[in-house]
C-alpha cells in the first residue's frame, strides 16, 4: 500500500537521533518553558526571517493568539476561506471575532481576493489567508490590499513551512505567522506544536505572556491568557526533524514535478503551479475530477491511499452554517469541495512508487 505519510519508513538516522533527543529531555527533568523550545523558536524564527518565534501548543491557539495580540475580538470581522481545516475559523471564533467567509479561485483553492474585496465590511480588522496545501500566491497584491484597507495580515502557514514568495518566507509577509507542526506537516512533531512567528516586538512579548495564562511574571496575570505552551520534548524533536526539512521539501518538489509532467488523464484536472516554484511545498498534491469517488475506489483498487481536504467546507459545518460570506456565494468553494482528491506526496515515497500513482491514475476510466 503506498500510503498518504509513511512515518515507518522515515530515515534511521533520523529516528535515532529524535530518540537521542527524547532521552536527553527526560535526563534534563525541565519538560515545560526550558532550553529546547529557546533553542527551536530561535532556529524557526531566523529560518522564517523574523526576529521572534513564540512556541504554542497547537496553530489553532497560534491563531486565536495572534488575533488577541493584534487587537482583534468582540465586534470584529476577520476574512478568511472556507476551504480551510476547521481550526482556522474555530482560532477566529475562540478570539471572540466574526469570521467572513471569502470565496476562492478554483485553479488554486487559495481565497479570491476579489472575493475578499467584496466580504469588506466597516467591522473588518483583519484578514486570516491561508497557504492552503502549501502554496503561497498574490502576496504583494494582498499586502497591498490590507494596507489600503487598514487591516491586519494573518498568515496561517499550517501546511507551509518554507514556502517561499519573492525571497520570503511563509509567514514572515504579514504582522503575524501562525505555524502548525502537528505531526502529519512538512515539519511535525510527535504529538500537537505549533508556533507564531513576528517581527514585531510588542506582539511577540504579549504573545509570551498570552500562552502561559496572561502571565508577566511568576504568580502576576494582568490579563487572561491560554495554557499552551510548546513542550520541551516537542521542541527536541522538531530540532532535530527540521535538520532534515529541506531534504524532504525537495522531494516533495520532484514528486510534485512528476505528477504535473505524468498525469495525462483528461478525466483528472490538476491545480495550477504557482508562477514562482519554491512559492509551493506540496503539504498535499490535489487534484479533481467529477468522478471522484470513482477515481479514489480505483487508486485503493490499486493499493494507493488518498484523502479529501476538505469535504466539507466551513459554511456547511452545522456550527458555522449562519457564518456571513461574500455577497455572490460560495460556489468556487463547494465545487471544489466535492470533486478534491489529495494524492499520497511525501518524501518517502521511490520513484516507482510515484510512477504507480501516475500509471493508475492514467488508466483510470469513468463507469
Not at 482583534?72 to 476561506?81: L, M, N, P, Q
Not at 502548525?180 to 504573545?207: C, H, Q, R, V, W
Request: hydrophobic share 40%; proline share 4%.
Amino acid at each position: 500500500m503506498i500510503r498518504m505519510n509513511d512515518f515507518k519508513a522515515e530515515p534511521a538516522e533520523m529516528q535515532d537521533a529524535i530518540s537521542k533527543a527524547i532521552h536527553r529531555v527526560l535526563s534534563s527533568g525541565w519538560y515545560v518553558l526550558g532550553e529546547e523550545g529557546i533553542a527551536f523558536e530561535r532556529q524557526w524564527a531566523k529560518i522564517c526571517g523574523v526576529q521572534y518565534g513564540v512556541g504554542v501548543g497547537n496553530g489553532m491557539d497560534a491563531i486565536e493568539i495572534a488575533l488577541r495580540c493584534l487587537g482583534v475580538g468582540a465586534g470584529d470581522e476577520v476574512i478568511t476561506t472556507p476551504m480551510t481545516a476547521f481550526a482556522s475559523v474555530l482560532a477566529i471564533l475562540r478570539a471572540g471575532a466574526t469570521p467572513v467567509l471569502a470565496d476562492i479561485d478554483s485553479e488554486s483553492a487559495l481565497m479570491s481576493l476579489e472575493s475578499a474585496k467584496r466580504c469588506v465590511t466597516p467591522r473588518t480588522k483583519a484578514v486570516l489567508l491561508v497557504h492552503l496545501y502549501g502554496q503561497m500566491r498574490c502576496m504583494s497584491e494582498w499586502r497591498k490590499f490590507c494596507r489600503e484597507k487598514d487591516l491586519s495580515l494573518i498568515e496561517d502557514c499550517a501546511q507551509s513551512h518554507l514556502a517561499r514568495w519573492g525571497g520570503s518566507i511563509a509567514g514572515s509577509i504579514g504582522s503575524v505567522g501562525a505555524y502548525s507542526f502537528y505531526p502529519t506537516k512538512n515539519l511535525g512533531a510527535s504529538g500537537d506544536a505549533g508556533m507564531l512567528i513576528t517581527d514585531n516586538a510588542p506582539i511577540a512579548e504579549k504573545a509570551t505572556r498570552l500562552r502561559n495564562y496572561g502571565q508577566s511574571e511568576r504568580y502576576h496575570h494582568p490579563e487572561l491568557g491560554l495554557n499552551s505552551r510548546l513542550d520541551e520534548l516537542q521542541a527536541a524533536i522538531l530540532s532535530e526533524r527540521l535538520k532534515w526539512l529541506y531534504e524532504f521539501t525537495e522531494r516533495r518538489r520532484a514528486i510534485a514535478s512528476a505528477y504535473r509532467t505524468g498525469i495525462t488523464n483528461p478525466l483528472i484536472k490538476l491545480l495550477t503551479a504557482p508562477e514562482e516554484p519554491l512559492a509551493h511545498v506540496y503539504h498535499l498534491f490535489v487534484i479533481t475530477s467529477l468522478h471522484r469517488a470513482s477515481v479514489q475506489a480505483h487508486l485503493s483498487a490499486n493499493d494507493i491511499e488518498t484523502l479529501i481536504h476538505y469535504p466539507v467546507p466551513v459554511h456547511y459545518q452545522e456550527s458555522c452554517s449562519q457564518l456571513a460570506r461574500d455577497p455572490q456565494g460560495l460556489r468556487a468553494s463547494e465545487t471544489h469541495a466535492g470533486q478534491c482528491l489529495s494524492l499520497p506526496c511525501h518524501p518517502q515515497m521511490a520513484d516507482a512508487d510515484v510512477a504507480k500513482v501516475i500509471a493508475a491514475l492514467n488508466a483510470f476510466e469513468a463507469d
